[in-house]
């Protein structure tokens, strides 16, 4: 594997929409799929400059069409983008399915097929189509939803057997770190609450996030004087034990888009371009780990791929996002990256270093559990988190040192690790 | 009548020997190594030339956790919550399973996971479809 782009590639425009619920949340309630789609992608042409009909080439991405109900997404959005005629497909990789779009759309630019590419994805995780309605949405339950998510799960021998999300991912994972680095269950249980604490804040700043509300806030609104007491509290119960319920993913209705192009023209567009410097993917199926949960190969291996085309090392980055639909699995894959030390992930937690104005930034924008989590759409989140912290466009939560080096990771189930090097240019 | 004649499956064939209480696996004939459960490939190689093994159902539970009610799959629902486990088997591939003979209780788990590793056994249970493959904690 030569593990080359033949031609340097940019994120030329970015865009995202609110996540929260098509039925509730302002900004989203009584929007469509079709408009929740268009309001990113709209975001994302105008930041580049273009219309719709100035790209070569439409990457649509959706992983859940049971709640959707929009397959063949690429001609049913194209009029609601300005995109007909265009080359173009419909991809999922799950939970990474809008990065895997952006590498799939840098590979085609590099490989002098296409100048410019729109990459977009959707996802409604919250609500779903009421009966034959084509604008009137329902919730989902709980079950229906991991039902369906569980669908991108191994069907012969998992789901069918009674795999669960939440002990896979989390309690078994937790349990793996305390044992390797001799991590006391009180100690675990006071990291994550800074973790969650660090990620609240973070979504607090951000009017996009689908949680707006700290962490000391929710204590508060829910009784207690002190948010550690409402940590502890049955008010936030053991999930998966020794992982509490709000280390968990916030599920998420949303849409994110990005144009790619080529560097060349995308210098003196209209907004500050971002170089895709590198990239990385590997899968799995599950088991994800051997018998050390914190490891996962599938990791590793994109993890070193996308390094090695980018040419940096982890004392390179600025700022890093990684997958954090479990809080304690976002740590570990921060620790394989080298991004903080092995073990002391919690630690650096509880000293403030993973916020926004730490020395260690992750998941500026709230991450999984505070900004939410519209699979299929979320990767784009991160990778539009990444580009405002790169442009010096974020807000409250700007890294007070701009950004040079940005490093998203995002597991796709299950499980796709997918890693994105983005660049100053 | 029906003559066409049904093509073999490893699943089929893995619920079939679960419901009898045997663990299908496939060796590799080049690198030795088992699948389990059973493909028509190694996972370990990519060698296509593998063949049926049966595994001791005797293994070692690394980490058990527990989950909520409803269960993610309603296959699940009268039996949620129940405990979830991290398993390393006596032939060595490591495996995820329902976890039997302890409460999905915090103080409970906690307890088995300061012992450390423990011994189990697989057992498997009979649900209203299909047969599943659940460890039980020996002792």
């Not at chain 1, 929710?218 to 550690?228: F, I, L, N």
């Not at chain 2, 399973?97 to 996971?113: N, Q």
């Not at chain 2, 649900?127 to 039980?136: C, H, I, Q, W």
Request: proline fraction near 5%; charge should be negative; include cysteine.
């Amino acid at each position: 594997m030569r593990n080359q782009l033949k031609e340097r590639v940019a994120i030329a425009g970015v865009g995202c929409s609110r996540f929260g619920d098509l039925l509730r949340t302002p900004e989203l309630k009584g929007l469509t799929i079709q408009e929740l789609t268009a309001h990113a992608v709209r975001e994302a042409l105008d930041d580049a400059g273009l219309t719709g009909q100035d790209v070569d080439a439409v990457f649509a991405g959706n992983a859940m069409v049971h709640s959707s109900q929009v397959p063949a997404t690429y001609s049913q959005l194209s009029k609601w983008t300005g995109t007909q005629f265009k080359a173009g497909v419909h991809f999922e990789a799950q939970c990474s399915t809008t990065n895997v779009g952006a590498i799939m759309a840098a590979m085609a630019i590099a490989a002098g097929v296409y100048d410019t590419v729109l990459v977009y994805g959707l996802e409604t995780t919250r609500t779903k189509v009421k009966g034959y309605s084509p604008y009137e949405r329902e919730p989902i339950s709980h079950q229906q939803t991991w039902l369906w998510t569980d669908m991108a799960v191994n069907q012969a021998y998992a789901v069918p057997q009674g795999y669960d999300i939440f002990s896979t991912y989390n309690g078994l994972v937790a349990q793996g770190y305390c044992r390797k680095y001799g991590i006391s269950i009180e100690d675990f249980d006071r990291g994550m609450y800074e973790l969650c604490r660090a990620r609240r804040l973070h979504g607090s700043m951000n009017p996009k996030a689908n949680t707006q509300e700290t962490l000391e806030d929710r204590a508060k609104r829910k009784g207690y004087t002190d948010p550690y007491e409402y940590w502890q509290s049955d008010d936030n119960p053991f999930v998966a034990w020794p992982s509490r319920l709000l280390s968990l993913v916030t599920t998420a209705d949303g849409a994110s888009a990005m144009v790619l192009t080529r560097a060349d023209l995308a210098k003196g567009a209209k907004s500050q371009p971002v170089e895709i410097k590198g990239f990385g993917v590997s899968y799995s199926d599950l088991p994800w780990y051997g018998e050390d949960p914190t490891f996962w190969e599938s990791d590793k291996r994109a993890v070193d791929a996308a390094f090695d085309m980018a040419g940096i090392k982890a004392a390179d980055i600025d700022y890093l996002h990684t997958h954090d639909c479990s809080h304690i699995s976002s740590i570990c894959t921060a620790e394989t990256i080298g991004y903080l030390e092995p073990g002391r992930g919690l630690h650096a937690a509880r000293e403030g270093r993973l916020r926004f104005d730490g020395d260690r930034p992750m998941s500026t924008h709230g991450g999984r559990h505070a900004f939410g989590h519209a699979w299929g759409a979320s990767a784009g989140s991160d990778t539009y988190e990444a580009v405002l912290q790169m442009r010096g466009q974020a807000g409250a939560r700007q890294i007070p040192k701009v950004p040079e080096i940005s490093v998203i990771h995002t597991h796709g189930y299950a499980m796709i690790g997918a890693v994105l090097v983005l660049g100053s240019m | 009548m029906n003559t066409i004649q049904e093509q073999p499956s490893a699943i089929r064939s893995y619920y079939e020997a679960l419901a009898k209480g045997k663990l299908l696996a496939v060796t590799c004939k080049a690198c030795g190594k088992h699948t389990f459960p059973p493909t028509g490939c190694c996972e370990h190689c990519g060698s296509w030339d593998v063949e049926e093994a049966d595994l001791s159902g005797e293994a070692t539970l690394l980490f058990a956790t527990h989950n909520l009610t409803p269960a993610c799959h309603p296959r699940f629902e009268s039996m949620a919550p129940y405990v979830y486990g991290h398993l390393k088997l006596k032939e060595g591939p490591i495996f995820q399973a329902i976890i039997l003979g302890i409460e999905p209780k915090p103080a409970a788990l906690r307890e088995l996971f300061e012992r450390g590793p423990v011994p189990a056994k697989a057992e498997t249970l009979q649900t209203d479809d299909l047969p599943v493959l659940a460890f039980r904690i020996a002792g």
